[in-house]
Protein backbone atom coordinates (compact mmCIF):
# COMPACT_ATOMS: atom_id res chain seq x y z
CA UNK A 1 0.00 0.00 0.00
CA UNK A 2 2.98 2.33 1.06
CA UNK A 3 5.13 0.92 -1.97
CA UNK A 4 3.90 3.60 -4.80
CA UNK A 5 3.54 6.26 -2.13
CA UNK A 6 7.32 5.70 -1.43
CA UNK A 7 8.56 5.11 -4.73
CA UNK A 8 7.12 8.24 -6.25
CA UNK A 9 8.74 10.27 -3.41
CA UNK A 10 11.73 8.72 -4.42
CA UNK A 11 11.56 9.77 -7.50
CA UNK A 12 10.59 13.22 -6.71
CA UNK A 13 13.54 13.51 -4.67
CA UNK A 14 15.85 12.58 -7.82
CA UNK A 15 18.77 16.05 -9.12
CA UNK A 16 16.74 18.35 -6.76
CA UNK A 17 13.82 19.05 -9.74
CA UNK A 18 10.79 19.01 -6.84
CA UNK A 19 13.18 21.71 -5.02
CA UNK A 20 13.84 24.04 -7.88
CA UNK A 21 10.32 23.67 -8.58
CA UNK A 22 9.41 25.18 -5.33
CA UNK A 23 11.94 27.68 -4.97
CA UNK A 24 10.67 28.90 -8.74
CA UNK A 25 7.46 28.88 -6.69
CA UNK A 26 8.33 31.05 -3.92
CA UNK A 27 10.35 33.38 -6.78
CA UNK A 28 7.48 34.00 -8.85
CA UNK A 29 5.24 34.89 -6.08
CA UNK A 30 7.34 36.74 -3.87
CA UNK A 31 8.79 40.15 -4.98
CA UNK A 32 11.21 39.82 -1.97
CA UNK A 33 12.95 36.58 -3.29
CA UNK A 34 13.53 36.57 -7.07
CA UNK A 35 17.09 35.03 -6.49
CA UNK A 36 15.75 32.47 -3.92
CA UNK A 37 16.25 29.61 -7.21
CA UNK A 38 19.34 30.60 -7.64
CA UNK A 39 20.33 30.05 -4.24
CA UNK A 40 18.75 26.44 -4.79
CA UNK A 41 20.22 25.75 -7.84
CA UNK A 42 23.62 26.63 -6.40
CA UNK A 43 23.31 24.58 -2.79
CA UNK A 44 21.89 21.89 -5.25
CA UNK A 45 25.34 21.29 -7.74
CA UNK A 46 27.36 21.85 -3.92
CA UNK A 47 25.07 18.77 -2.15
CA UNK A 48 25.50 16.81 -5.66
CA UNK A 49 29.29 17.07 -5.73
CA UNK A 50 29.95 16.67 -2.30
CA UNK A 51 28.10 13.77 -1.49
CA UNK A 52 29.44 12.23 -5.15
CA UNK A 53 32.45 13.02 -3.43
CA UNK A 54 31.84 11.02 -0.36
CA UNK A 55 30.18 8.18 -1.89
CA UNK A 56 33.54 7.52 -4.15
CA UNK A 57 35.82 7.93 -0.96
CA UNK A 58 33.29 6.29 1.31
CA UNK A 59 32.99 3.09 -1.12
CA UNK A 60 29.97 1.41 0.59
CA UNK A 61 27.80 -0.77 -1.30
CA UNK A 62 24.36 -0.26 -1.25
CA UNK A 63 21.86 -3.18 0.27
CA UNK A 64 20.65 -4.98 -2.39
CA UNK A 65 24.21 -5.67 -3.19
CA UNK A 66 24.80 -7.42 0.59
CA UNK A 67 21.39 -8.96 1.05
CA UNK A 68 19.54 -9.45 -2.43
CA UNK A 69 16.10 -9.62 -0.26
CA UNK A 70 13.84 -7.88 -0.43
CA UNK A 71 14.43 -6.18 -3.65
CA UNK A 72 14.59 -2.65 -4.35
CA UNK A 73 11.41 -1.28 -5.55
CA UNK A 74 12.77 1.27 -7.76
CA UNK A 75 16.21 0.99 -10.03
CA UNK A 76 19.17 0.09 -8.67
CA UNK A 77 21.74 3.29 -8.65
CA UNK A 78 24.99 2.60 -10.10
CA UNK A 79 26.97 4.60 -7.35
CA UNK A 80 27.98 3.83 -3.55
CA UNK A 81 25.56 4.20 -1.14
CA UNK A 82 26.80 6.27 1.65
CA UNK A 83 25.76 9.29 1.82
CA UNK A 84 22.68 9.43 0.62
CA UNK A 85 22.55 11.86 -2.43
CA UNK A 86 18.69 12.30 -1.89
CA UNK A 87 18.98 13.08 1.91
CA UNK A 88 21.71 15.30 1.01
CA UNK A 89 20.18 17.91 -1.62
CA UNK A 90 16.33 17.77 -0.19
CA UNK A 91 17.99 18.43 3.10
CA UNK A 92 20.24 21.28 1.95
CA UNK A 93 17.44 22.90 -0.04
CA UNK A 94 15.09 22.77 2.69
CA UNK A 95 17.53 24.51 4.81
CA UNK A 96 18.05 27.26 2.22
CA UNK A 97 13.91 27.45 1.52
CA UNK A 98 13.60 27.31 5.30
CA UNK A 99 16.13 30.34 5.95
CA UNK A 100 14.23 32.54 3.40
CA UNK A 101 11.27 31.80 4.56
CA UNK A 102 10.82 30.91 7.96
CA UNK A 103 7.12 29.81 7.67
CA UNK A 104 7.43 27.16 5.60
CA UNK A 105 10.34 25.33 7.43
CA UNK A 106 7.71 22.66 9.33
CA UNK A 107 6.42 21.47 5.60
CA UNK A 108 10.08 21.73 3.81
CA UNK A 109 11.69 19.80 6.14
CA UNK A 110 8.73 17.11 6.83
CA UNK A 111 9.35 16.91 2.77
CA UNK A 112 12.98 16.46 2.83
CA UNK A 113 12.35 13.78 5.70
CA UNK A 114 9.90 11.77 3.06
CA UNK A 115 12.24 11.59 0.49
CA UNK A 116 14.74 10.43 2.92
CA UNK A 117 13.04 8.02 4.41
CA UNK A 118 11.73 6.96 0.78
CA UNK A 119 15.01 5.76 0.32
CA UNK A 120 15.52 3.38 2.64
CA UNK A 121 11.65 2.67 2.24
CA UNK A 122 13.05 1.51 -1.60
CA UNK A 123 15.49 -0.66 -0.49
CA UNK A 124 18.68 1.49 -1.94
CA UNK A 125 20.32 3.11 1.30
CA UNK A 126 20.90 2.30 4.80
CA UNK A 127 19.26 4.47 7.99
CA UNK A 128 22.97 6.05 8.12
CA UNK A 129 22.93 6.98 4.75
CA UNK A 130 20.23 9.25 4.82
CA UNK A 131 21.39 10.35 8.66
CA UNK A 132 24.71 11.68 7.17
CA UNK A 133 23.04 12.86 4.21
CA UNK A 134 20.54 14.88 6.05
CA UNK A 135 23.69 16.32 7.99
CA UNK A 136 26.07 16.80 5.00
CA UNK A 137 22.96 18.49 3.55
CA UNK A 138 21.90 21.24 6.15
CA UNK A 139 26.28 22.03 6.85
CA UNK A 140 26.41 22.49 3.15
CA UNK A 141 23.24 25.02 3.22
CA UNK A 142 24.99 26.72 6.05
CA UNK A 143 28.17 27.17 4.43
CA UNK A 144 26.78 28.32 1.28
CA UNK A 145 24.57 30.82 3.19
CA UNK A 146 28.08 31.98 5.25
CA UNK A 147 30.10 32.02 1.98
CA UNK A 148 27.39 34.36 0.70
CA UNK A 149 27.23 36.86 3.64
CA UNK A 150 31.30 37.28 3.36
CA UNK A 151 31.00 37.75 -0.27
CA UNK A 152 28.59 40.77 -0.20
CA UNK A 153 30.42 42.02 3.17
CA UNK A 154 33.66 42.10 1.00
CA UNK A 155 32.03 43.37 -2.50
CA UNK A 156 32.89 47.02 -3.02
CA UNK A 157 30.22 49.49 -1.85
CA UNK A 158 29.19 51.89 -5.00
CA UNK A 159 28.05 55.48 -4.45
CA UNK A 160 24.66 56.10 -5.44
CA UNK A 161 24.25 59.62 -6.79
Known amino acids: MLDPFFAALSYAG ?5 WLGIALGIS ?9 WTRVGAVILLAESGS ?7 DRDR ?8 EP ?9 FPSGHATVSFACATVLALAVPRLRLPLFALATLIALSRVYV ?3 YPFDVLAGAALGVGTAIALRMLAAALRRSAPRTRQG
Open 14 to 18: SFGFV
Open 28 to 36: GFSWSRPWL
Open 52 to 58: GALKNWA
Open 63 to 70: PPLSNPEP
Open 73 to 81: LVDLPATYS
Open 123 to 125: GVH
